[in-house]
């Protein structure tokens, strides 16, 4: 699809927010076009991205949440940390943590970076193998300031779904 037709698209659902993602939506070409049409029709614009691309280039108006990748995923080689001094206001980091040592991690990532005084972090429970509960209780345990995020896409369409 061409960027037309996919704001059109958009447009046929009649919803004001948008959020870009899916894989790493940066690899895609038309990506930054894809956001700044939909910013000019007038839709509140997200993007969620791996992180390991700059995001200097996004434009001005999106919301970026950037997912900071925890060791049990096995890309936080791949973490590009120069993105948490280009976030903005509004911007959003996510942790998705698989277990105890990734959840340790991520808390260290955050104290050490004073990264809650920023802006919002996330921290979510890898689905099928962190129980939420059991995230939740660590979290509150511990009195860390983020907010508990529930991989929701994974609940609401199984993995085989695509496009949705």
Known sequence: MTVEEVVL?????????????GGEPLL???AI???RALLSRGHEVLLETGGSLPIEHV???VRRIVDVKCPGSGESERNRWENLD???PGDELKFVIADRAD???AAGVLRSRSLHEKLPVLFSAVHDRLPARELARWV????LPVRLQ?????ILWPSAARGV
Request: hydrophobic residues 40%; aromatic residues 8%; contains cysteine.
């Open 9 to 21: 698209s958009v447009g046929a659902f009649g919803c004001a927010l948008v959020e870009v993602t």
């Open 59 to 61: 434009p001005e108006g």
């Open 150 to 154: 529930i991989q929701i896409h994974k």
């Open 140 to 143: 509150l345990d511990d009195g």
């Open 28 to 30: 895609q070409p038309d």
């Open 86 to 88: 280009a976030l903005r």
């Open 103 to 105: 959840y340790d991690w």
């Open 33 to 35: 076009e894809l956001m």
